[in-house]
T-cell receptor, first 110, second 112 residues
């Protein structure tokens, strides 16, 4: 059975801090790993990663995949209160099946 | 541009009643369509996906069914709701062969 595990489950930081969110996975026929930001219950897409060692970057967010060790990290630098959300990691395996982790709840306090 | 509509946003239904949630996509053709459920502490669980009209794949055995009567319409149904069907349901679409998925706003279903 495909599995995605995210850590930590929740995190509280102060504005300006840097955070690292972790995602490890076990999946048959890996195709890609995706990160989503979930606010108000509807996830929005952040990154899709398919190759090891290539960092994807969007503003203060960046992510990298390690296909050998089967994990990915999502970094957020100079956090803002608007970054508060649940961050979901998902992995696509065979037959386009996507498995989600339970998410990391990030709270950024002023 | 592509948009996805999902309704209703909130629904309270008694046990044993039927269910119909609808999802439509605009601005694209032949999308892959998905129904997910988010249960507390379990993340998003894929319920059904469809790669074309009338083609439905079920991921987990359950009290729900899905249908795709038109290319850009995906319906989640139940003949008799159970208390355990309560949860948050998300519809999503993706381009065939592309795993990036775009989500609807979701439906909060409470079965009482």
């Amino acid at each position: 059975e495909d599995k995605v595990v995210q850590s930590p489950l929740s995190l509280v930081v102060h504005e300006g801090d840097t955070v690292t969110l972790n995602c490890s996975y076990e999946v048959t026929n890996f195709r890609s790993l995706l990160w989503y930001k979930q606010e108000k219950k509807a996830p929005t897409f952040l990154f899709m990663l398919t190759s090891s060692g290539i960092e994807k970057k969007s503003g203060r967010l960046s992510s990298i995949l390690d296909k050998k060790e089967l994990f990915s990290i999502l970094n957020i630098t100079a956090t803002q209160t608007g970054d508060s959300a649940v961050y979901l990691c998902a992995v696509e395996g065979g037959y386009q099946k996507v498995t989600f982790g339970t998410g990391t709840k990030l709270q950024v306090i002023p | 541009s592509q948009t996805i509509h999902q309704w209703p946003a909130t629904l309270v239904q008694p046990v044993g009643s039927p269910l119909s949630l609808e999802c439509t996509v605009e601005g694209t053709s032949n999308p892959n369509l998905y129904w997910y459920r988010q249960a507390a502490g379990r993340g998003l669980q894929l319920l059904f996906y469809s790669v074309g009209i009338g083609q439905i794949s079920s991921e987990v055995p359950q009290n729900l069914s899905a249908s795709r009567p038109q290319d850009r319409q995906f319906i989640l149904s139940s003949k008799k709701l159970l208390l355990s069907d309560s949860g948050f349901y998300l519809c999503a679409w993706s381009v065939d062969g592309d795993t990036e998925a775009f989500f609807g706003q979701g439906t909060r279903l409470t079965v009482v």
